[in-house]
């Protein structure tokens, strides 16, 4: 099993997954410990749900059907960007996103191309297993910030068990069909989805790892002897 920091480090956005069930004990085992992720307050804001065979594809033809009718979705639930993104993360996300497509051969002018592979967002990359993660809507935003670590404790916890994910924040865009397919009650809304199973190692676009800035530009060390 891969340690913290090695998962940490090598844990990366999978978006092409070979066509191997995932055992529920596993996933059960992964969800049981990730509960254990600290909140505020222990207020424990999130509501995980896990899927796969029938309760899966039923979903994705939701979504399906939906896009076919709205191409552009239903409105975001949520702002994923602020509308005016500062230049240096625009910068970041315009990279990341050229990188992506690069290893599909895609150009930027592919306008099809780039449609298509955005698409497959909502069949969760193909991955034997999808998963919904949302929150109460009365919560406020320090728990928007408790969800973002069980997310993050649940995708190394997969990566410790040799499972690769995808946390996808484009399933708000579909916000509506998810929670009235998954019968998720008024209270709660879509945060983002999560691809998970087993990588294809041959797939290019599972080649992509972003790039990180300096420790320098992200931490700032007073007080310490030099």
């Not at 509501?47 to 796969?52: D, E, G, Q, S, Y």
């Not at 309760?55 to 979504?63: D, G, H, I, T, Y």
Request: glycine residues 8%.
């Amino acid at each position: 099993m891969a340690t913290v920091s090695e998962a940490v480090t090598a844990r990366h956005s999978t978006r092409a997954f070979v066509p191997r069930a995932v055992e529920e004990g596993v996933l059960r085992e992964i969800v049981d410990v990730a509960r254990y992720a600290p909140s505020s307050g222990n207020l424990q804001p999130w509501k995980l749900v896990v899927l796969t065979g029938a309760p899966l594809e039923r979903l994705k033809a939701a979504v399906s059907h939906t896009l076919a009718q709205a191409p552009r979705g239903e409105g975001m639930g949520y702002p994923i960007y602020p509308e005016h993104l500062q230049a240096a993360y625009q910068a970041r996300r315009s990279q990341c996103a050229e990188d992506l497509y690069a290893t599909l051969g895609v150009a930027r002018d592919d306008r099809l191309g780039r449609g298509q592979q955005f698409v497959r967002n909502f069949r969760f990359f193909d991955a034997p297993v999808g998963m919904i993660l949302a929150i109460d809507r009365s919560l406020e935003v320090g728990q928007w910030a408790d969800l973002g670590g069980f997310l993050q404790t649940l995708m190394l916890l997969a990566h410790e068990r040799g499972l690769a994910t995808c946390a996808q924040a484009c399933w708000t865009l579909v916000h509506r069909t998810v929670e009235r397919q998954l019968a998720l009650g008024p209270e709660w809304m879509v945060f983002c989805g999560v691809a998970l199973g087993y990588a294809d190692p041959d797939q290019p676009i599972n080649g992509l790892r972003t790039q990180r800035e300096a420790l320098s530009e992200v931490a700032d060390f007073r007080g310490f002897a030099q």
